[in-house]
């Protein structure tokens, strides 16, 4: 989410006449770093001069759609690669992979990316949908991608765009796009899960832009700084409310989008939903009673009591109490005592605990441990040998395939 408001902002700054190239990952095949859906947008250097941007020696942009190892090699050919149009081209992150394919990375799988012109009216549609679903908006995106024996649509392009409201009605429809191709896009997304796309004949690439996830940070003490600011990081909308007006100041809290002086009983202005995620730390055991009775029958994504276990469950019974719902249903709406147990002390490190996870919960994930297991080494390794990552650029000390002695001896 704050790479699309990076790119929005870049993409305001160019100036008139500059053309940029916005780069979208599309497909996946195997692993990789970043989803579909990422995106990078060159600039001219002149331009470059905004939040996120990237200078290298093969240009500038902002956002990225790897983990570093293909940004350079895509920006430094995008313009070319636009020359005619929007093209899509298949990048390997194998080595042993075919050279028709090119620029193998070590990384275990072959992404697709979508190269495509600004200054179109397919640029220009994307570009305000993902706008406006920063300001609060939703919006399906349908792509039909350029292939070889893509059939052509009327004036001769085989790429288009058509961008829906949340109410399914059309904002923007490319040239020769009609309803009943938008209602063979979506039977075709909904059969390939989120996109499709086929090396020969194209295909379809479906994207639904949601706003930012907002949270709702209610207490605004100092401790609330860095949750705020990690909470930044990540792109979310964050709004801070405290009852007490020496605390709730605009300028205590920078990346916050919205900074309220509000009890539980005035929080009316905020229209507090089921969709957002809900820290409560004001400190003060009063208040946090009376904004987990209005909060509990809301049922916020995500809601995090910051505090001991003694002082929560005593708030928890409370609260029961007051809203009159069952003590079990409170407790599977709370997290609390709020984080994860990841150690340490301090208000960063609580912030940490607390953001990975409201992270955790509003991406439906428990926050569990990835860490390889001597079955999973063994499962992975049946899948094949080391030669397909040993000549990766990013392995630390491995010695390229074939290397004769003396090239790794020193001056």
Same mark, same amino acid.
Request: with cysteine; proline share 5%; glycine share 12%.
């Given at each position: 989410m704050?790479?699309?408001?990076?790119?929005?902002?870049?993409?305001?700054?160019?100036r008139?006449g500059?053309?940029g190239?916005?780069?979208?990952?599309?497909?996946?095949?195997?692993?990789?770093?970043?989803?579909?859906?990422?995106?990078?947008?060159?600039?001219?250097?002149?331009?470059?001069?905004?939040?996120?941007a990237? &200078?290298?020696?093969?240009?500038?942009?902002?956002?990225?759609?790897s983990?570093?190892?293909?940004?350079?090699?895509?920006?430094?050919?995008? +313009?070319?690669?636009?020359?005619?149009g929007?093209?899509?081209e &298949?990048?390997?992150?194998?080595?042993?992979?075919?050279?028709e394919?090119?620029?193998?990375?070590?990384?275990?799988g072959?992404? +697709?990316?979508?190269?495509?012109?600004?200054?179109?009216?397919?640029?220009?549609?994307?570009?305000?949908a993902?706008?406006?679903?920063?300001?609060?908006?939703?919006?399906? $995106?349908?792509?039909?991608?350029?292939?070889?024996?893509?059939? !052509?649509?009327?004036?001769g392009?085989?790429?288009?765009? !058509?961008v829906?409201?949340?109410?399914?009605? $059309?904002a923007?429809?490319?040239?020769?796009?009609?309803?009943?191709?938008?209602?063979a896009a979506?039977?075709?997304?909904a059969m390939?899960?989120?996109?499709?796309w086929?090396?020969r004949?194209?295909?379809?690439?479906?994207?639904h832009l949601?706003?930012p996830?907002?949270?709702? $940070?209610l207490?605004?003490?100092?401790d609330a700084?860095?949750v705020?600011?990690?909470a930044?990081?990540?792109?979310?909308?964050?709004?801070?409310?405290?009852?007490?007006?020496?605390?709730?100041?605009?300028?205590?809290?920078p990346?916050?989008?919205?900074?309220?002086?509000?009890?539980?009983?005035?929080a009316?202005p905020?229209?507090?939903s089921?969709?957002?995620?809900?820290?409560?730390?004001?400190?003060?055991?009063e208040?946090?009673r009376?904004?987990?009775?209005?909060l509990?029958?809301?049922?916020?994504r995500?809601?995090?009591?910051?505090?001991a276990?003694?002082r929560?469950?005593?708030?928890?019974?409370?609260a029961?109490?007051m809203?009159?719902?069952?003590?079990?249903?409170c407790?599977?709406?709370?997290?609390?005592? $709020?984080g994860?147990?990841?150690?340490?002390?301090?208000?960063?490190?609580?912030? &940490? !605990?607390?953001?990975?996870?409201?992270?955790?919960?509003c991406?439906?994930?428990?926050?569990?441990?990835?860490r390889?297991s001597?079955?999973?080494v063994?499962t992975?390794?049946g899948?094949?040998?080391?030669?397909?990552?040993?000549?990766?650029?990013?392995a630390?000390?491995?010695?390229?395939?074939?290397?004769?002695?003396?090239?790794?001896?020193?001056?």
């Amino acid at each position: 989410m704050r790479e699309r408001r990076q790119i929005v902002e870049a993409a305001g700054r160019l100036r008139h006449g500059d053309v940029g190239v916005l780069v979208t990952l599309v497909h996946i095949e195997g692993s990789s770093y970043r989803r579909t859906g990422a995106r990078l947008l060159t600039h001219p250097d002149a331009s470059a001069r905004v939040a996120g941007a990237v &200078l290298s020696g093969a240009g500038s942009y902002t956002g990225t759609i790897s983990g570093g190892c293909l940004e350079a090699e895509v920006v430094r050919k995008a +313009g070319w690669k636009v020359r005619d149009g929007a093209v899509v081209e &298949l990048y390997s992150t194998l080595f042993d992979d075919t050279a028709e394919i090119p620029y193998g990375l070590g990384c275990g799988g072959t992404v +697709g990316l979508l190269f495509e012109p600004t200054r179109t009216a397919e640029f220009d549609a994307l570009l305000d949908a993902m706008a406006r679903s920063l300001r609060g908006e939703e919006f399906t $995106v349908i792509t039909w991608l350029p292939g070889e024996s893509a059939a !052509a649509f009327p004036g001769g392009t085989a790429f288009a765009r !058509a961008v829906l409201r949340g109410d399914d009605s $059309v904002a923007f429809a490319s040239t020769g796009v009609d309803a009943a191709r938008i209602d063979a896009a979506r039977i075709d997304a909904a059969m390939a899960a989120r996109s499709h796309w086929d090396r020969r004949a194209g295909g379809t690439y479906v994207e639904h832009l949601l706003p930012p996830q907002r949270l709702v $940070v209610l207490g605004a003490g100092d401790d609330a700084k860095p949750v705020v600011r990690m909470a930044a990081l990540l792109g979310w909308s964050v709004a801070v409310v405290d009852g007490r007006a020496q605390f709730a100041r605009a300028e205590r809290f920078p990346e916050a989008d919205r900074v309220l002086v509000a009890s539980a009983s005035e929080a009316g202005p905020l229209h507090l939903s089921p969709a957002d995620a809900v820290i409560l730390m004001t400190h003060s055991y009063e208040q946090d009673r009376e904004w987990l009775a209005a909060l509990l029958p809301i049922a916020p994504r995500y809601l995090g009591l910051l505090g001991a276990k003694h002082r929560s469950s005593l708030l928890v019974c409370e609260a029961s109490a007051m809203t009159g719902m069952p003590l079990t249903a409170c407790c599977e709406r709370i997290y609390a005592p $709020v984080g994860l147990d990841l150690g340490g002390d301090g208000p960063e490190a609580i912030a &940490l !605990a607390v953001i990975a996870e409201a992270h955790a919960r509003c991406n439906g994930r428990l926050g569990r441990s990835l860490r390889l297991s001597a079955e999973d080494v063994t499962t992975q390794v049946g899948q094949g040998g080391a030669t397909r990552y040993s000549q990766a650029q990013c392995a630390a000390g491995a010695e390229p395939a074939g290397a004769r002695p003396e090239a790794a001896a020193g001056p």
